[in-house]
């Protein structure tokens, strides 16, 4: 079965620094992956998602992503991160449907002023 | 918004009784999914639908039941509740079955279980 692991529960960053969240999946076929923003008290948003049109993927807020099929990857990346983007992040796979979706456990991110 | 909402937002309720949440989406999507979020585990699937009354188990739908008599509307039932379903419950809607779609959620049942 397919799965999803995010490498670090708590990620810290200043802001107007590199935003890295890392995600690495499982998967027997060819998977679409997606990353998912919950900001506190809310639902999960969708940032961005991967269905093999392009490696890179770029998503809302400034924040993008690269599927590495060699690396088995899909880290989230912003350049300079915003007060805003404090939030959890949640990586998903899915293979054929949606009811095949598989989420990683989450990385809350803090921005430091 | 996406027209999907939930209610009742936060609830409190004692061991062994029955609950009932709904989610309501104004979207006439299909695909209604119904997820409980913990932390450490993220979001696991606990019932969904594909249509009205064709429902389905997920991978953690021990205790709970799920009825779809109207395209909107999707509920989920605890029947006696535990403190183990202590949990965020969160209500997802799709317009198709596709992998590569996602999921519009909304915001999110908080279940206390005394």
């Known amino acids: 079965a397919q799965s999803v692991t995010q490498l670090g529960s708590h990620v810290s960053v200043s802001e107007g620094a590199l935003v890295l969240l890392r995600c690495n999946y499982s998967?027997?076929?060819?998977?679409?992956l997606f990353w998912y923003v919950q900001y506190p008290n809310q639902g999960l948003q969708l940032l961005l998602k991967?269905?093999?049109?392009?490696?890179l993927v770029k998503g809302i807020n400034g924040f993008e992503a690269e599927f590495k099929k060699s690396e088995t990857s899909f880290h989230l990346t912003k350049p300079s991160a915003h007060m805003s983007d404090a939030a959890e992040y949640f990586c998903?796979?899915?293979?054929?449907?949606?009811?095949?979706?598989?989420f990683g456990a989450g990385t809350r991110l803090t921005v430091k002023p | 918004d996406a027209g999907i909402t939930q209610s009742p937002r936060h609830k409190v309720t004692e061991t062994g009784t029955p609950v009932t949440l709904r989610c309501h989406q104004t979207?006439?999507?299909?695909?209604m999914y119904w997820y409980r979020q913990d932390p450490g585990h993220g979001l696991r699937l606990i019932h969904y639908?594909?249509?009205?009354?064709?429902?389905d188990k997920g991978e953690v739908s021990d205790g709970y039941s799920v009825s779809r008599s109207k395209t909107e509307d999707f509920l989920l039932t605890l029947e006696s509740a535990t403190s183990s379903q202590t949990s965020v419950y969160f209500c997802?809607?799709?317009?198709?079955?596709?992998?590569?779609?996602?999921?519009?959620f909304g915001s999110g049942t908080r279940l206390t279980v005394v």
């Open positions: 997802a809607i799709s317009g198709t079955e596709l992998g590569d779609y996602g999921y519009t």
């Open positions: 998967s027997s076929v060819p998977p679409y």
């Open positions: 991967y269905t093999s049109a392009a490696t």
């Open positions: 998903a796979v899915s293979l054929f449907n949606n009811n095949d979706m598989r």
């Open positions: 979207e006439n999507h299909r695909y």
């Open positions: 639908s594909y249509g009205v009354k064709d429902t």
